[in-house]
């Protein structure tokens, strides 16, 4: 199938809160694929959801072929070695050197020996530029070779599937480069899938290969980088070149100013 990941149909919300509704969406073998949105858009639950943490309440999501919501205990273990995980700002784990860092999931989830372990765990370093800082422990590098060492760690397995979430957020704009390189070249190297929420527009246009816009929990917008930057949508426009008000507006909604203030308007609208 041409697709590792689908989701048809998806609605999920907390309590009475909708945050996605009636979602399709589909993510290629092989290919980047950007979800980008305004905050609160839903964008971070949909990898909840592909990830299994949490259940959608109608719709389905698969990957590789299997009901992620139909996966018992076991099988969703066994699927979530097939993923890699970026997360927000990296989430190493402080008290672990790099090396430690990385050989985590290898030592989590296979039984492989400390010898194989120790070479592969140099070789994903190597790919991310930071073989050389191994034995240091993540308060001793910088933000962006931080990242660099979750990267390394969330393509340790190589899975089929890897997901990122703000990869950019915090970064100066050589890391930024340096992160987006790394996740264009990785994908490529390892025929992967990688799924890529931000809100950078610029490094996301860069490497990924199409692009969907969310909104209060639907898609309204997708298509390719450069079809985005061209389009003429109302929203997809404000996204792109940072105008502060549009279809998001600036003000949240509710009463007008003069409304909370007591101000009356007259029939010739003077107060």
Request: hydrophobic content about 40%.
């Amino acid at each position: 199938m041409p697709n590792l990941v689908e989701i048809r149909d998806l609605h999920f919300s907390y309590g009475d809160r909708s945050i996605l509704s009636g979602l399709n969406m589909d993510f290629p073998r092989g290919k980047v694929v950007a979800v980008m949105g305004g905050s609160g858009s839903g964008k971070t639950t949909i990898l909840r959801l592909i990830g299994g943490q949490i259940q959608p309440q109608r719709g389905g999501i698969s990957v590789d072929g299997q009901a992620v919501q139909s996966l018992d205990i076991k099988a969703m273990y066994a699927l979530r070695r097939k993923m890699g995980m970026l997360f927000q700002h990296g989430a190493l784990f402080t008290d672990l050197s790099v090396f430690e860092n990385v050989a985590f999931p290898l030592r989590e989830h296979t039984n492989l020996p400390e010898s194989l372990i120790h070479d592969l765990v140099l070789m994903k370093l190597h790919a991310v530029g930071l073989r050389n800082a191994a034995n240091l422990k993540p308060a001793e590098v910088s933000g962006g070779m931080a990242r660099r060492v979750a990267l390394a760690r969330a393509v340790a397995l190589d899975p089929q599937l890897i997901m990122y979430d703000e990869p950019f957020a915090g970064l100066d704009p050589i890391s930024m480069g340096v992160i987006a390189n790394l996740i264009r070249n990785l994908n490529d190297a390892l025929g992967s899938t990688s799924i890529l929420v931000s809100h950078d527009v610029h490094e996301s246009f860069a490497i990924a290969d199409y692009v969907y816009f969310l909104s209060q929990g639907k898609i309204v917008a997708q298509g390719t980088p450069e079809q985005m930057l061209n389009s003429s949508d109302p929203y997809v426009k404000q996204f792109v070149h940072a105008e502060h008000d549009g279809p998001v507006p600036f003000h949240y909604p509710g009463k007008s100013l003069a409304d909370d203030l007591g101000l009356k308007r007259t029939a010739g609208g003077h107060s």
